[in-house]
């Protein structure tokens, strides 16, 4: 049984996930339309910050919803799978830094449309380390993206290490979040309330 108010659509942080959503071709416009690295990562750099306000607001406001609870995750990997491969192409981030961060949210993500094909009742809950990882991920793009020395920013030799200072920490952080799904999605697979970590 939902929690009261828990049905509602038009709420804060379903309409900051919204726009998070409907920004990202402007990003892309601004990366590859006009080449901008330096704006594209500013954005970039935004919109992944705009992650934990809709996140804090639910929680702070009770704005939690059923549908924030798919659209918010949604929006995380959508944002974070399209800059990932963006910067790639733009060939200012190491190919296997985006292999590593490209797997990981596929099988995150594959992971939860198995469970929901196997009829798992509960939906697995984001996790404080994954919210982290991405938050630290989606700050080592923008970085990446400015630490470019053809249309970066003025201060890309410094853009480098905080690139490196954020994509590492951010890729273990992923993965470890990734290990703390398995036992949510045995206790929802088996119809039972899984407990909630830290």
Not at 16 to 30: A, G, K, Q, T
């Amino acid at each position: 049984m939902s929690r009261q108010g828990e049905d509602r659509i038009l709420t804060v942080p379903n309409v900051i996930s919204v726009v998070r959503l409907c920004l990202v071709p402007m990003f892309l416009w601004l990366l590859f339309g006009r080449e901008d690295r330096y704006a594209a990562g500013l954005l970039l750099g935004f919109l992944g910050i705009t992650d934990f306000a809709d996140g804090y607001i639910a929680r702070h406001f009770h704005q939690e919803s059923k549908l924030g609870k798919v659209l918010d995750p949604t929006a995380d990997r959508i944002l974070l799978g399209v800059g990932v491969l963006a910067v790639l192409i733009d060939g200012s981030m190491p190919w296997w830094v985006a292999v590593l961060a490209i797997t990981r949210e596929s099988v995150v993500g594959l992971s939860v449309l198995a469970l929901a094909a196997m009829g798992a009742r509960d939906i697995v809950e984001v996790k404080l380390a994954g919210k982290a990882g991405t938050l630290l991920l989606m700050m080592a793009f923008p970085f990446f993206l400015a630490s470019n020395p053809d249309g970066g920013a003025p201060w890309h030799e410094l853009a480098r290490p905080l690139a490196w200072c954020t994509a590492i920490p951010g890729l273990v952080l992923s993965y470890y979040a990734a290990t703390l799904y398995v036992p949510p999605a045995r206790a929802a697979l088996a119809g039972r309330a899984a407990p909630r970590s830290a």
